[in-house]
T-cell receptor, first 116, second 111 residues
Framework: GAVVSQHPSRVICKSGTSVKIECRSLDFQATTMFWYRQFPKQSLMLMATSNEGSKATYEQGVEKDKFLINHASLTLSTLTVTSAHPEDSSFYIC????????????FGPGTRLTVL | KQEVTQIPAALSVPEGENLVLNCSFTDSAIYNLQWFRQDPGKGLTSLLLIQSSQREQTSGRLNASLDKSSGRSTLYIAASQPGDSATYLCADYSGNTPLVFGKGTRLSVIA
């Protein structure tokens, strides 16, 4: 089946630094990718919709200047957490919609971010 | 706005028992319904996808059904095993839109 990878799988950083998370579709093209965040014992909440070649669409309450999304190619979207703070510590998961099968989305394995 | 509720929030059963997890939606106009498994600290594993024209799907010991008229889905796990212990999430989605997830049911199967 189709595979979506995320890198890194786990990252620990100091408060105030920036962290970039990559989401790649390995064997299909994805014009649209979604970024989710999951806090402990909570469900996944959509942060933003990433579209190749255009600006991302952010959900209400998500700061676009803090969570920078770049979808520069049909197989790669990146989420950069700028000036990270401990409250940004979370599990970040992306999904990618297969362009050839628009009813299908595939999920990445997630990235665990810990901000000290 | 679609909201998804999963009941129970947590469940502990002895090994070998059959069990049912429930998922309900505030908007019964469900397009696709998908069940996932999430192990602690891990990402999502897709279990079953019920597409809009279907009413149920089966994979091994798992059976998921969807009743659009009532906005409910159930995941049936037969002969549970300790390896089934995880959080189970249901989600409603169209391929064009992001998934709306429930908070999940944390399942513990005791050997």
């Amino acid at each position: 089946g189709a595979v979506v990878s995320q890198h890194p799988s786990r990252v620990i950083c100091k408060s105030g630094t920036s962290v970039k998370i990559e989401c790649r579709s390995l064997d299909f093209q994805a014009t649209t990718m979604f970024w989710y965040r999951q806090f402990p014992k909570q469900s996944l909440m959509l942060m933003a919709t990433s579209n190749e070649g255009s600006k991302a669409t952010y959900e209400q309450g998500v700061e676009k200047d803090k969570f920078l999304i770049n979808h520069a190619s049909l197989t790669l979207s990146t989420l950069t957490v700028t000036s990270a703070h401990p409250e940004d510590s979370s599990f970040y998961i992306c999904s990618a919609r297969d362009d050839t099968s628009t009813d299908t989305q595939y999920f990445g394995p997630g990235t665990r971010l810990t901000v000290l | 706005k679609q909201e998804v509720t999963q009941i129970p929030a947590a469940l502990s059963v002895p090994e070998g028992e059959n069990l049912v997890l429930n998922c309900s939606f505030t908007d019964s106009a469900i397009y696709n319904l998908q069940w996932f498994r999430q192990d602690p600290g891990k990402g999502l594993t897709s279990l079953l996808l019920i597409q809009s024209s279907q009413r149920e799907q089966t994979s091994g010991r798992l059976n998921a059904s969807l009743d659009k008229s009532s906005g409910r889905s159930t995941l049936y796990i037969a002969a549970s095993q300790p390896g089934d212990s995880a959080t189970y999430l249901c989600a409603d989605y169209s391929g064009n839109t992001p998934l709306v997830f429930g908070k999940g049911t944390r399942l513990s199967v005791i050997a």
